[in-house]
């Protein structure tokens, strides 16, 4: 199934390639520290809550099957876990995170070593900082500035997935409308995930 949605959530469901490029992403920077270790336990909790087998887990992880066997029984519920969506707009406060650290990325990577927001985006990539209403905050700046300076060279899409996500933290009460139950980190590392690959696939038009 590798690049196609899983039939049995739908439409935005989160596919093989996505999966592998979040842990292949984790794995990079697991010395980083015990945070980075939790989110990755965190990640195969929710995959293996949605039906997807060890062994898949696993495959993508780069783990053993007894290793991922292990971390999962952390996660195991009595019930079926609650269904989680992975539509770009929605407005609790960890996946508008994602979104813009997410977004930052794409712009660090096609702005090369002009991009401000390039050291931050790698700090919190490393888990060297977290993300606290200070570092969301400059990294909003940060991310302004880019846009401001490198509008030639940046695909229109990239300003209009900011001023989403900015409407979208500048108003707290769109947080409470979310249901979801997953943890923060993962929900963060998601929506980071979804939004790379929706701005890849938007192509390259520019302002």
């Not at 409470?176 to 929706?198: G, M």
Request: include cysteine.
């Amino acid at each position: 199934m590798t690049g196609e949605e899983d039939p049995r959530h739908g439409p935005g469901a989160l596919t093989e390639e996505q999966a592998g490029r979040m842990f292949a992403g984790m794995n990079e920077v697991i010395r980083a520290g015990e945070e980075m270790r939790q989110l990755r336990t965190e990640m195969i909790g929710v995959l293996a809550g949605w039906g997807w087998t060890q062994e898949r887990i696993a495959r993508l992880a780069d783990m053993s099957q007894p290793a991922v066997s292990k971390q999962a029984a952390k996660h195991r519920t009595d019930g079926p876990p609650a269904p989680m969506a992975l539509a770009l707009d929605q407005y609790d406060a960890p996946w508008l995170e994602g979104r813009l650290w997410g977004l930052a990325e794409e712009i660090s990577e096609a702005s090369g070593d002009t991009a401000r927001c390039g050291r931050l985006v790698d700090a919190l990539a490393r888990g060297r900082k977290r993300f606290t209403s200070a570092n969301v905050d400059a990294l909003r700046r940060l991310v302004e500035e880019d846009l401001r300076l490198h509008r030639a060279e940046l695909a229109a899409g990239y300003r209009s997935a900011y001023d989403e996500i900015s409407r979208g933290l500048d108003v707290p009460p769109k947080a409470a409308a979310t249901t979801a139950t997953a943890p923060v980190s993962v929900r963060r590392a998601l929506a980071h995930r979804i939004q790379r690959d929706h701005l890849r696939r938007r192509g390259p038009e520019v302002n």
